[in-house]
Antibody, heavy 117, light 110 residues
Framework: QVQLVQSGAEVKTPGASVKVSCKAS????????MHWVRQAPGQGLEWMGW???????KYARKFQGRVTMTRDTSIGTGYMELHSLTSDDTALYYC???????????WGQGTLVTVSS | QPALTQPDSVSGSPGQSITIPCSGS?????????ECWYQKHPGKAPNLIIY???DRPSGVPDRFSGSKSGNVASLTISGLQSEDEAEYYC??????????FGGGTKVTVL
């Protein structure tokens, strides 16, 4: 069955970068888009971007220049790296499988990233 | 200003029906039939409960239903149950914005 398993919680200081991984099983990651969505405390869901079947990326305007999404198809894993962290980046980060647009039927369990000095 | 607007909260008693509207501000929104809805419990991943406006993935109870009229998509929960207490998010896309989420609606079962 399809599963997305994300890396563990991270604590970072302001200005640092964080890289979250998302290991897929039960399907070939080259056949689907991988999206990244986050939820800050008390806030709603926020789409960050996707990496598509060709390995091309599209980022939400808010994160352009600060986020990098990559993948390693040999190990079925996608990555989301966010740079220049601030306390506003404290959030649960999710990967999700889909097409170019919603819906997303499969989600990772979430990775908590805490940014604190 | 969010492109998809939902009420912050909706409440109902067990067994009642509630409806959550989701209105789109983009001119594209009224022409699409791809709206979906997610249920989200705190600390858990979102769970897809409605896609393509009104279709349910297998395993989703039929007390969850979706509809759309003009620029407003709606999620109705009939026969409200205690486990339905959660946040609910509508989602869609436009030609210029590939993924949109509403602000989320907190459903409280009284």
């Amino acid at each position: 069955q399809v599963q997305l398993v994300q890396s563990g919680a991270e604590v970072k200081t302001p200005g640092a970068s964080v890289k979250v991984s998302c290991k897929a099983s039960g399907y070939n990651i080259s056949a689907y888009y991988m999206h990244w969505v986050r939820q800050a405390p008390g806030q709603g869901l926020e789409w960050m971007g996707w990496i598509n079947t060709e390995g091309d990326t599209k980022y939400a305007r808010k994160f352009q220049g600060r986020v990098t999404m990559t993948r390693d198809t040999s190990i079925g894993t996608g990555y989301m790296e966010l740079h220049s962290l601030t306390s506003d980046d404290t959030a649960l980060y999710y990967c999700a499988r889909g097409g170019a647009s919603p819906p997303f039927r499969y989600w990772g369990q979430g990775t908590l990233v805490t940014v604190s000095s | 200003q969010p492109a998809l607007t939902q009420p912050d909260s909706v409440s109902g008693s067990p067994g009642q029906s509630i409806t959550i509207p989701c209105s789109g501000s983009d001119s594209d929104f009224g022409r699409t039939e791809f709206e979906c809805w997610y249920q989200k419990h705190p600390g858990k991943a979102p769970n897809l409960i409605i896609y393509d406006v009104s279709d349910r993935p297998s395993g989703v109870p039929d007390r969850f239903s979706g509809s759309k009229s003009g620029n407003v998509a709606s999620l109705t929960i009939s026969g409200l149950q205690s486990e339905d207490e959660a946040e609910y998010y509508c989602s869609s896309f436009t030609t210029s914005r590939p993924v949109l989420f509403g602000g989320g609606t907190k459903v409280t079962v009284l």
